[in-house]
């Protein structure tokens, strides 16, 4: 499957544009915001699909940040 996106780099922007179109996952939203657990266990860097579940949580802390950003500008 990752030799087709690499051939295939439209497709892996289509993936990327439809995944940010997704709702955030409430649970895992609330357990960085309210940073209930070590860094460690809450972006799961010991599993083995730990680069996307990192990636996915770093979107949801700067959607966060930038949002209290904003409120600060107002």
């Known amino acids: 499957m990752r030799v087709l996106f690499i051939n295939f780099p439209l497709a892996v922007n289509a993936v990327w544009d439809l995944l940010v179109r997704l709702p955030i ?33 770093l979107q949801i802390i700067e959607d966060f940040l930038l949002n209290k950003e904003d409120e600060r500008l107002k």
Not at 30 to 46: A, G, H, I, M, P
């Open 25 to 57: 996952n409430e649970k895992i939203k609330n357990s960085l915001y309210e940073v209930s657990d070590t860094w460690e266990n809450l972006l799961e860097v010991k599993s083995s699909h730990h680069l996307h579940r990192l990636l996915y949580c």
